[in-house]
């Protein structure tokens, strides 16, 4: 299994990123894929989460409304666009797989600051 996240980066409050995890190692079709994210100081967070083909969508409450996860399954590829950023949205995001464990990607900073 492999995940690789890209699309971090620094961008003011109000702006928006799309990162993107391209997956591998697996047939990606067959599982739920999420996004985490882990602050300084704090425990790592699920973000979003969207089922594998059904698209069944759930978003932590904290950006519920200004986050959107998608995936396409032709591409292999889990997106997650943020709208509306604000500095507590500073992070590693990470996208991540269960499949009896659970696989990490490297992980993409995203660094929300005027």
């Known amino acids: 299994v492999q995940l690789v996240e890209s699309g971090g980066g620094l961008v003011q409050p109000g702006g928006s990123l799309r990162l993107s995890c391209a997956a591998s190692?697996?047939?990606?079709?067959?599982?739920?894929m999420s996004w985490y994210r882990q602050a300084p100081g704090k425990e790592r967070e699920l973000v979003a989460i969207?089922?594998?083909?059904?698209?069944?969508?759930n978003y932590a409450d904290s950006v519920k409304g200004r986050f959107t996860i998608s995936r396409d399954n032709a591409k292999n590829t889990v997106y997650l666009q943020m709208n509306s950023l604000k500095p507590e949205d500073t992070a590693v995001y990470y996208c991540?797989?269960?499949?009896?464990?659970?696989?990490w990607g490297q992980g993409t900073q995203v660094t929300v600051s005027s």
């Open positions: 991540s797989v269960y499949r009896g464990v659970r696989y």
């Open positions: 190692g697996f047939t990606f079709s067959g599982y739920a």
């Open positions: 969207i089922s594998n083909t059904i698209g069944n969508l």
